[in-house]
């Protein structure tokens, strides 16, 4: 079973910040916090990991708490583009999906 | 284009004939996953590798299954006697050694068992 919950569902309006929450209270000391998304009929995409500290990088930024029981996802000017099921996992290596959240951009 | 790539990208099949997919990784990574999603479902794993070493089986590999990466580049999925049950996305993914390396993901090979 997925040790994360995330929301069902989220929109956003294009030109904001999307701001994806994950709770992961049972994430172990050498798990880390992976983010995926996945656009419809196709494979998923890597997008930013992080272990305790907070990580950017050319996609989105990673905010993890000091106790790292919770995440957040923060796309920092989202477009049409990013509507798509995203994915938070705590994994050392085989990815154990959830249901993720879905994101709607809208205009 | 992730740079993982998958052969078929769709297959349609009668119930009862074997499927086999290729999946070639990113030349440089030494670790090969493979996972199953069905509609509306979050991937679920199968199974890795490590080179050409298998190192963990899901339960959801029955014996129906069977996964190979013979001299640790590509690897190959087949399905022996296919269900119905088996219609799903195929999915394999690549990344660098154990730990915190990032997986990346092909664009799967759909199955579609008739």
């Known amino acids: 079973d997925a040790k994360t919950t995330q929301p069902t569902s989220m929109d956003c309006a294009e030109g904001r910040a999307a701001n994806l929450p994950c709770n992961h209270s049972?994430?172990?000391?050498?798990?880390?916090v992976y983010w995926y998304r996945q656009i419809h009929s196709q494979g998923p995409q890597y997008i930013i990991h992080?272990?305790?500290n907070n990580e950017t990088n050319e996609m989105a930024s990673l905010i993890i708490t000091e106790d790292r029981k919770s995440s957040t996802l923060i796309l920092p000017h989202a477009t049409l583009r990013d509507t798509a099921v995203y994915y938070c996992?705590?994994?050392?290596?085989?990815?154990?999906f959830g249901a993720g959240t879905r994101l709607a951009v809208h205009p | 284009d992730t740079g993982v790539s998958q052969d078929p990208r769709h297959k349609i099949t009668k119930r009862g004939q074997n499927v086999t997919f290729r999946c070639d990784p990113i030349?440089?990574?030494?670790?090969l996953y493979w996972y199953r999603q069905t509609l509306g479902q979050g991937p679920e794993f199968l199974t890795y590798?490590?080179?050409?070493?298998?190192?963990?089986k899901s339960r959801l590999l029955s014996d129906r299954f069977s996964a190979e990466r013979p001299k640790g580049s590509f690897s190959t999925l087949e399905i022996q006697r296919t269900e119905q049950g088996d219609s799903a996305m195929y999915l394999c993914?690549?990344?660098?050694?154990?730990?915190?390396?990032?997986?990346?993901f092909g664009p799967g090979t759909r199955l579609t068992v008739t």
């Open positions: 993914a690549s990344s660098r050694e154990e730990g915190n390396y990032e997986q990346y």
């Open positions: 049972t994430i172990s000391g050498n798990e880390y």
């Open positions: 992080g272990l305790k």
């Open positions: 996992i705590v994994s050392y290596n085989k990815l154990i």
């Open positions: 030349s440089e990574h030494n670790r």
């Open positions: 590798f490590q080179n050409e070493a298998q190192l963990e």
